[in-house]
C-alpha cells in the first residue's frame, strides 16, 4: 500500500521499515526491565533496521508475506533455542 500511495519503492521500504521497527519497541522494553525508551530505540533503529529492509524488499520482490513470515518465524525459534 505504501508503495502504491509514494509510487518509489526506495519510500515504501523506508516507510515500512519505520513502522516494523517502531512495533517492536514495546517488546524490546518489557523483555528487557530497566533498559531506558531511548536505548531501546535505538538498539533497533541501529539493529533491527536491516531486518525490517530485508523483509520489505523481500515482500517488494515477490509480492508474498510467506518468506518474511518464514524467516521472522525461523529468526525467533532459533533465537530461543541458542539464546
Known amino acids: 500500500r505504501w508503495l502504491a500511495l ?5 519510500v515504501a521500504i523506508t516507510i515500512s521499515t ?9 517488546f524490546l522494553l518489557l523483555q528487557n526491565e530497566g533498559l531506558s525508551l ?6 533497533l533503529f541501529f ?6 529492509i530485508v ?3 523481500l515482500f517488494y520482490r515477490t509480492r508474498s ?3 518474511g513470515i518464514l524467516w521472522h518465524g525461523s529468526n525467533t525459534v532459533l533465537g530461543y533455542v541458542f539464546v
Open 6 to 10: 509514494t509510487r518509489s519503492p526506495g
Open 18 to 26: 519505520i513502522l516494523f521497527v517502531s512495533f517492536h519497541i514495546p
Open 65 to 67: 508475506l510467506w518468506p
Open 55 to 57: 523483509w520489505a524488499y
Open 47 to 52: 539493529g533491527g533496521q536491516q531486518t525490517g
Open 38 to 43: 531511548g536505548t531501546a530505540t535505538m538498539r
